[in-house]
């Protein structure tokens, strides 16, 4: 079955840098668009970015654009997020989550568990 | 950006009863749009898509309708597992954006 495994969340002080990182297992990774979205203590979801199935386009939410980089290892099945520079307002829990379609526009069908990022000096 | 408002944004309801939660996007986003499931300390589920559809494995009382800028997600007879935060997702245009959410709790 469909599987998303996130990691690499912890704790970092304010302005340094984490990579986040999402296993997949169970599908043609390679034919799906990825996404991440966050979730801040308590807070609603916020969508983060997305990456289309090859790599070659990717959109980002503006509260994270310039600092957030989303990218891919189709031959490692593994969806990542380079958070630089990061700001107390972005300790929240990360989702990486799948698209449901190959083609068109699209909603997120399955969903790692997240992991916590949590921004403190 | 797209904004996306949920209302109510909390909302008491006893087992049995019929719940409708309201999404209204700024801008006309056809009939893409997602209905999604959260619990506590758990990932979203995704309960409808593409504004009617719904996904599969889901229970048939949940049903959703709208297109252009207004949406509704109807629970038709509330259920005991039911009781959670739901969230409208609009994926006509990026970037992407998620309504406030409606929590259901229990009258």
């Known amino acids: 079955q469909v599987q998303l495994v996130e990691s690499g969340g912890g704790v970092v002080q304010p302005g340094r840098s984490l990579r986040l990182s999402c296993a997949a297992s169970g599908f043609a990774f390679s034919s799906y668009g990825m996404h991440w979205v966050r979730q801040a203590p308590g807070k609603g979801l916020e969508w983060v970015a997305v990456?289309?199935?090859?790599?070659?386009?990717?959109y980002y939410a503006d509260s994270v654009t310039g600092r957030f980089t989303i990218s891919r290892d189709n031959s490692n099945n593994t969806l990542y997020l380079q958070t630089n520079s990061l700001r107390a307002e972005d300790t929240a829990v990360y989702y990486c989550?799948?698209?449901?379609?190959?083609?068109?526009?699209?909603?997120?069908?399955?969903w790692g568990q997240g992991t916590l990022v949590t921004v403190s000096p | 950006d797209i904004q996306m408002t949920q209302s109510p944004s909390t909302l008491s309801a006893s087992v049995g009863d019929r719940v409708t939660i309201t999404c209204r996007a700024s801008q006309i986003i056809n009939s893409w749009l997602a209905w999604y499931q959260q619990k506590p300390g758990k990932a979203p589920k995704l309960l409808i898509y593409d504004a009617s559809s719904l996904e599969s494995g889901v229970p048939s009382r949940f049903s959703g309708s709208g297109s252009g800028t207004g949406f509704t997600l109807t629970i038709s007879s509330l259920q005991p597992d039911d009781f959670a935060t739901y969230y409208c997702?609009?994926?006509?245009?990026?970037?992407?954006?998620f309504g406030q959410g409606t929590k259901v709790e229990i009258k």
């Open positions: 997702q609009q994926y006509n245009s990026y970037p992407s954006t």
């Open positions: 989550a799948k698209e449901e379609r190959i083609l068109g526009a699209t909603s997120l069908d399955c």
């Open positions: 990456i289309s199935y090859d790599g070659r386009d990717e």
